[in-house]
């Protein structure tokens, strides 16, 4: 069997009094296929931030083939920030009021 290439264990996010992600336990292996499914505010999108590196965890460990996070504030794991977090330029041309250019 494979190495795992993600695995987290007892992984927390808190943003102040509100706990967004809590206790969460998982591995992928090189190959496999994972969803996060769930209702609106069940901390999805906080879970996939944390993979990333995009969010520090609360406390827990993510653990990658390249690197290991821990509760660090204030700290980005990501391995190439610039493209995770530049989005393209939008160019629009002035629409007035009345919506004529």
Known sequence: ????????AALRKDFGGL???NDVALE????????VIGPNGAGKTTLINLLSGDLAPSS????RCW???TACPSMSFSRTPSATRSRPERHHEPVGADGAN
């Not at 827990?60 to 653990?63: H, L, N, P, S, T």
């Open 1 to 8: 069997m494979t190495e795992a290439a993600l695995r987290t």
């Open 19 to 21: 706990t967004a992600v």
């Open 28 to 35: 992928c292996r090189v190959g496999q296929m994972h969803a």
């Open 60 to 63: 827990g460990r993510i653990e």
């Open 67 to 69: 690197w290991v996070a």
